[in-house]
T-cell receptor
């Protein structure tokens, strides 16, 4: 079974731009969660999607949004990029939604640099 | 104060040593995860626990719900175990997703 894939793997943007990141979960997994990892804050939960619905959301501003499609693929969007948005963005999939009470399978991440 | 605290932050040991990494949390949880992250960023889920103990090869994870504490042990450590180990908790009912510890940077010297 193919693992979780994320595209693109690396991205450079400038302040004020917007960016869309994509995540394809393991086949059959219906839940996708997104995380941000920075050296200062570590890993932080962004949001979780299940069956095209956002189930949980972390403490991030409205510039961070996401969606999930009927095939469980998910995208996250960050608008009006700030320097502090430079981070590794990870997605993880699991069979069902559980707010973190299921084993999660992580993708390789997208490394975003905002200049 | 973080709701999930890990210790130590950094650990250097010699090959073959028994390693223990600790994780404590401040509220009730529905699950506790141990994750491994190698340089380059990839994260692998090692264990998910809600009670008791789990073992996989040389890795053992335990959790004490009453004391709100979990440990990850590595027996007969090897240089390939060098990585960052992160604990993550589904706090309360899990409505806020996973809350992560800051990670333990482990280096095993040959």
């Amino acid at each position: 079974k193919a693992g979780v894939t994320q595209t693109p793997r690396y991205l450079i943007k400038t302040r004020g731009q917007q960016v869309t990141l994509s995540c394809s979960p393991i086949s059959g997994h219906r839940s996708v969660s997104w995380y941000q990892q920075t050296p200062g804050q570590g890993l932080q939960f962004l949001f979780e999607y299940f069956s095209e619905t956002q189930r949980n959301k972390g403490n991030f501003p409205g510039r961070f949004s996401g969606r999930q499609f009927s095939n469980s693929r998910s995208e996250m969007n960050v608008s009006t990029l700030e320097l502090g948005d430079s981070a590794l963005y990870l997605c993880a999939s699991s069979l069902l939604t559980s707010g973190g009470a299921e084993t999660q399978y992580f993708g390789p991440g997208t490394r975003l640099l905002v200049l | 104060k973080n709701e999930v605290e890990q210790s130590p932050q950094n650990l250097t040991a010699q090959e073959g040593e028994f390693i223990t990494i600790n994780c404590s949390y401040s509220v009730g949880i529905s699950a506790l995860h141990w994750l491994q992250q190698h340089p380059g960023g990839g994260i692998v889920s090692l264990f998910m626990l809600s009670s008791g103990k789990k073992k996989h090869g040389r890795l053992i994870a335990t959790i004490n719900i009453q004391e709100k504490h979990s440990s990850l042990h590595i027996t007969a450590s090897h240089p390939r175990d060098s990585a960052v180990y992160i604990c993550a908790a589904a706090l309360g009912g899990g409505a806020d997703g996973l809350t992560f510890g800051k990670g333990t940077h482990l280096i095993i010297q040959p």
